[in-house]
């Protein structure tokens, strides 16, 4: 049984960080590509940030030079730190983990709220 579980969020003001995790379980973790994505009130699911089984990432540009995305295979754990936050970022922050159409998974989401 696979399981993805986000955990780290909450709320944080303007300017803040926060950094989530996602610990994997039930794959070969090494061989899939990991990303974070997001979905705030009334809009679609965007991507974050994408980490490759050999370390490449890949960012949004709206979160560039802000978040890092990084993996550790032996605890089967991504994480996103996210540093100098907006309001902009707040949103349901969702774990991937991503082998083909058919190796597909999600985690249940973490809640991330910028605000004063």
């Known amino acids: 049984q696979v399981q993805l579980v986000e955990s780290g969020g909450g709320l944080v003001q303007p300017g803040g960080s926060l950094r989530l995790s996602c610990a994997a379980s039930?794959?070969?973790?090494?061989?899939?590509?990991m990303g974070w994505y997001r979905q705030a009130p009334g809009k679609q699911r965007e991507l974050v940030a994408q980490?490759?089984?050999?370390?490449?990432?890949n960012y949004a540009d709206s979160v560039k030079g802000r978040f890092t995305i990084s993996r550790v295979n032996i605890k089967t754990t991504v994480y996103l730190q996210m540093n100098s936050l907006k309001p902009e970022d707040t949103a349901v922050y969702y774990c991937?983990?991503?082998?083909?159409?058919?190796?597909?998974?999600w985690g249940q989401g973490t809640q991330v709220t910028v605000s004063s």
């Open positions: 980490i490759t089984n050999g370390g490449r990432t």
């Open positions: 991937n983990a991503y082998r083909s159409s058919s190796y597909n998974y």
């Open positions: 039930g794959i070969s973790f090494s061989i899939y590509h």
